[in-house]
C-alpha cells in the first residue's frame, strides 16, 4: 500500500468518522504524524492482525485480515 493509499483508504475515513461523533477536526498536522507511525511501525506492508495464538488473523470479509475477522458473531 502506498503512502497516498493509506491517507485515502484508511486515514481520512477514520478521520471523517471520529470528527463526526465530535472528535477534532481534521488537521494536515494530524494526518502527517498518523502517517509517519504508521509508515515507522510497519513501512505499510505488514499490517495484519495478530490473535492470542501468536499467529495471523483469519481473512475477514473482503480479503483483508482484520480485528473484527477474529471477533465471535
Do not use: Y
Not at 481520512?12 to 465530535?22: A, D, N, Q, W
Not at 477536526?25 to 502527517?32: C, G, V, Y
Not at 510497519?42 to 495484519?48: D, G, I, P, T, V
Amino acid at each position: 500500500m502506498t503512502p497516498r493509499q493509506f491517507k485515502i483508504e484508511i486515514l481520512l475515513p477514520g478521520l471523517h468518522v471520529l470528527h463526526g461523533i465530535g472528535g477534532p477536526p481534521i488537521r494536515d498536522a494530524a494526518l502527517q504524524m498518523l502517517l509517519t507511525i504508521a509508515l515507522q511501525e510497519s513501512a505499510l506492508e505488514h499490517r495484519a492482525q495478530v490473535i492470542a495464538s501468536g499467529n495471523p488473523a483469519p481473512r475477514g470479509a473482503g480479503g483483508s485480515s482484520s480485528a473484527r475477522a477474529a471477533w465471535p458473531a
